[in-house]
């Protein structure tokens, strides 16, 4: 997260980038204390925990979960709330003005930022059903904030992503995507939403790597690169990170791949320890460890 809105070209060498950057860095968010996470982890929170509570994908309650983070910190870290995208503070305007979650999200081809995708993680984690239910609350659930078929489509792949990584199945992206495809065989227009994706690109070259942009395509193909390149947790994100702009999303999606592939002690001890929020966190995590034993 201090990272966020920076080129790559002023992002630290790999082994630099941690919570705190280094000294004397132009870190975004000056104000906000090391290991505080942003509005994907806040996002994803709320999600799980609508999740939990309401035993399903229950739009309403997801919508006003997600308002509460809006106005009065739900789910943040100290209960600020510092960052909040366009669309997503379009869509929550919405909700308060009383247009109903499923049609809050605005659903323009210009309105495929990444926020829904950013949040959709727990919900892998969570389902216990065939994918091809898995595939359809992946798209149900960014109604709130993001309408557009791209944006589910985006969500939908990168679920059935960590259900493979979840087997063991390090097929990645491109082997989801194949699964989306047949899924989506019958519904041509929303096949042609994959094509976007193009994720054969070779993880070990940077000029043809993706730019790691607020654009949902862009932050999934950021996340494969990041992820598809690396042999651990930490490399992982830090490719993420170092592509610069979203860094926080990017790094966030690749992540949670990365955590499902390598697992929990693979993260370095520093950054585990490092983290804020526990007395939000833990207590939702200990219900999804419930809910998956």
């Not at 609508?50 to 739900?74: H, I, K």
């Not at 995507?177 to 940077?206: G, K």
């Amino acid at each position: 997260m201090p990272y966020e809105f920076r080129p790559a070209s002023r992002i630290p060498p790999h082994d630099a980038i941690e919570f705190a950057p280094p000294r004397g860095y132009d870190r975004a968010h000056a104000g906000v204390a090391p290991g505080t996470w942003s509005d994907d982890g806040a996002h994803a929170l709320a999600l799980l925990d609508s999740l939990l509570t309401r035993s399903g994908l229950d739009l309403t309650d997801l919508g006003a979960r997600l308002s509460g983070w809006y106005r009065q910190g739900d789910y943040a870290v100290g209960g600020r709330v510092f960052d909040v995208g366009v669309q997503t503070s379009r869509a929550l305007a919405a909700l308060a003005a009383g247009r109903p979650a499923r049609d809050a999200g605005p659903a323009d081809v210009y309105d495929n930022g990444n926020g829904a995708l950013m949040r959709v993680l727990p919900l892998a984690l969570w389902h216990r059903g065939d994918d091809a239910s898995l595939v359809h609350l992946a798209h149900e659930q960014g109604l709130p904030t993001h309408g557009h078929a791209r944006s589910q489509a985006c969500c939908a792949a990168y679920c059935l992503w960590a259900r493979a990584e979840l087997r063991g199945d390090r097929g990645g992206l491109a082997a989801a995507t194949a699964r989306l495809t047949a899924l989506y065989a019958a519904v041509p227009a929303w096949a042609d939403h994959l094509h976007e994706l193009d994720v054969h690109v070779a993880p070990d070259d940077r000029a043809a790597a993706p730019t790691g942009t607020g654009y949902v395509v862009d932050c999934l193909r950021s996340a494969a690169w990041a992820v598809e390149g690396a042999d651990g947790y930490t490399l992982a994100v830090r490719r993420a990170i170092a592509l610069g702009n979203d860094t926080d999303t990017t790094a966030c999606v690749a992540g949670g791949i990365a955590g499902i592939r390598w697992g929990r002690a693979d993260i370095p001890t520093r950054w585990r320890e490092g983290l804020l929020g526990g007395e939000v966190l833990d207590p939702l995590l200990e219900r999804l460890l419930a809910h998956v034993r």
